[in-house]
């Protein structure tokens, strides 16, 4: 189809573009050269007598102009995308990236043998994978995250995954060195190892928040397995999984008719009407094994603990 526009392979690289962020990412994607789309784009902001794009330190973002465009092209080029996707369905193809970003102990305790599974499944997907605390917000609508954290992340489906209730754990190394700790006060004071620089603790009792304290960290390190080290190694407390602490029995559980409260964690995507068959289909699988994780929530009090930190 021709027209002022050129032709609607023109229109779907401006659109990727976009939606990528840079001529690299999309030239990626597309399997095209970076030389074929800069100069298939030009001749399109040619023809169309003003610019669609514009450098922006490293990036490439749209122009005011290109930002108009891309709003009134994204619903048509959205179920174009999902025909194809439509019709991969009904001939049984599922293929395409996703990309997954989420913590490294995420990771070991249960996504690895998803993705594992669902490759063998359908050998057609690509999966990408980000281990990492420092998430950032999906950028794409094959993009996932995993996290406890929804700051920064408006405007995105975030669906429940398990929740995990966290208590306080030492080791007998230290409270040898330090002294006993049996009050709020005594737990702030101690040297803390924690997994992220968040130092504001909110101490539970049953149910009923008792106290938000400060604390000191001696150590952050964004992995709660090094963190768990650093506590065996009597370096200090940390707040830590129940659920992950159960093998662990060289740790010592303190004033432990305290808590932090239970962090619920979350799969977070970009809003889309259609998606596309492989990442619904993934996010299903998810979904699925983490409420095999959900249903070892322990109890408190007789009750199953749903505070939240």
Not at 89 to 107: C, E, K, M, W
Not at 146 to 158: N, Y
């Amino acid at each position: 189809m021709n027209s002022i526009y050129g032709n609607i392979d023109d229109l779907y690289l401006f659109f990727c573009v976009v939606e990528e962020g840079s001529l690299q990412k999309a030239s990626a994607k597309l399997h095209l050269p970076i030389s074929t789309m800069s100069r298939r784009l030009s001749l399109l902001e040619q023809r169309l007598g003003f610019r669609l794009l514009e450098k922006r330190g490293r990036e490439l973002v749209a122009t005011e102009s290109g930002d108009i465009t891309f709003s009134s092209l994204q619903s048509v080029m959205e179920h174009l995308e999902y025909a194809f996707d439509d019709i991969q369905t009904q001939t049984q193809l599922v293929s395409g990236t996703i990309r997954l970003a989420l913590p490294n102990n995420f990771y070991r305790t249960f996504v690895a043998e998803v993705v594992e599974q669902f490759i063998e499944t359908y050998p057609l997907v690509n999966i990408e994978l980000m281990l990492s605390q420092d998430l950032s917000s999906p950028a794409s609508d094959r993009d996932l995250a995993m996290t406890f954290d929804l700051s920064g992340m408006e405007g995105m489906v975030a669906r429940p995954l398990f929740s995990s209730l966290h208590q306080f754990y030492t080791s007998q190394a230290y409270l040898d060195r330090y002294g006993p700790i049996e009050t709020v006060k005594q737990l702030a004071d101690a040297d803390w190892i924690l997994t992220d620089r968040h130092s504001d603790i909110t101490v539970y009792q049953g149910e009923h928040v008792v106290e938000v304290i400060k604390v000191k960290p001696k150590l952050v390190i964004n992995d709660i397995n090094a963190v768990t080290r650093a506590v065996e190694k009597g370096m200090g407390v940390a707040s830590l999984p129940v659920r992950k602490l159960a093998k662990h029995l060289e740790l010592l559980p303190i004033m432990e008719q305290f808590h932090r409260g239970t962090r619920q964690s979350y799969l977070v995507y970009r809003a889309r009407k259609y998606q596309p068959k492989a990442l619904s289909l993934f996010i299903d699988a998810l979904i699925s094994a983490a409420r095999t994780i959900e249903d070892e929530t322990p109890i408190i009090d007789g009750e199953t603990s749903n505070s939240s930190s």
